[in-house]
């Protein structure tokens, strides 16, 4: 059971946020903090496996705790979860070593997608004494395997024949959006986000944000 600290200065969405983690097969939410200070005790006291991290904390920076963290060599995983969009953050945290950047407001799908890439990666190391090139992209979230290889061994919930409809559209080359691929194929958006998802994590696609003029950005997948 992977054990997960909710780092985050409003109550209630820390609250959904520790629903979104208890609800994930394999992973258990050890607690909620509110402030910087609070997160550092935390850390000390319940040693969690990765930390959900707000940026903007009532007394202090989530990428400054993070930075902190990396300096003491503290055995976490930290995803960023945080309404600041600003380029500097998104690469503070990036050197910073975060596990990924999710921006508010998002859905489980977002999230959850992110927690089980944590999950793979921890397995993949637990599991490997010496790592060959390929063990290693896999870890770093990229691989040269072809779109379909693994079929038979998509995450809970992931179907081999809609997997095989997503690749097929990425392997034109075009780049894509849920809601493009979702309209092409005639399902769920939500659906369909969760295959593309999949295969970015993979390291098969690409992401890039796409932003518009208000609201979030747009999610765009491409074949890598």
Known sequence: MISVLIVEDDFRVAGI????????????????????????????????????????????????????????????????????????????????????????????EDLVAQLQRFRDQTEALSHTAAAGQEDINKIFGYSSAPLTEAMDILPKGLSPETAALVAELLETGKETSASDCADALGISRVSVRRYLEYFADTGRATVRLEYGRAGRPERKYRRR
Do not use: C
């Open 17 to 108: 946020h520790s629903r979104f983690v208890n609800q994930t097969d394999g992973f258990h939410a050890v607690g909620t903090v509110h402030n910087g200070k609070s997160a550092r005790e935390a850390v000390q006291e319940w040693r969690p496996d990765l930390i959900l991290l707000d940026v903007h904390l009532p007394d202090a920076n989530g990428l400054e705790l993070l930075r902190e963290w990396r300096a003491q060599r503290v055995p976490v995983g930290v995803i960023v979860i945080t309404a600041a969009t600003e380029a500097h953050s998104v690469r503070d945290a990036l050197e910073g070593g975060a596990v990924h950047y999710i921006i508010k407001p998002f859905e489980y």
